[in-house]
């Protein structure tokens, strides 16, 4: 492919969303890492977000942004890896943890 990316081939293998094959690598920084959880293996062609301390991308969606994630500047952010536990108890979420409704 034409990424220019350089990886320690046992460090990229820690992101989910990389796919290596016998010939061929796929970076995480090239498909969604919640689309892949959910099996769609598709390269990622829609507006995509970057985590700003890990090589992972999500789209730029309520349905694919991980819960918790933290807005920098532009398209990066910050996924809640790497946010304290002691921030995490107010995570960006579109629904409400008692009743589970929506808004």
């Not at 320690?8 to 689309?35: Q, W, Y």
């Not at 099996?39 to 969606?61: I, M, Q």
């Not at 807005?71 to 996924?79: A, D, E, F, N, S």
Request: charged content about 15%.
């Amino acid at each position: 492919s034409s990424c220019k990316k350089v990886y320690h081939l046992d460090c990229i293998k820690l992101c989910p969303a990389t796919r290596v094959g016998p010939n061929s690598l796929i970076c995480s920084l090239h498909a969604c890492e919640t689309c892949t959880f959910r099996g769609d293996t598709h390269l990622t062609s829609a507006r995509v977000v970057r985590c700003a301390r890990c090589p992972v991308v999500f789209h730029n969606s309520e349905s694919c942004l991980p819960a918790g994630y933290q807005q920098t500047v532009g398209r990066m952010i910050i996924c809640p890896r790497h946010i304290p536990a002691q921030l995490k108890m107010h995570p960006n979420m579109n629904w409400c943890y008692d009743c589970g409704g929506f808004g």
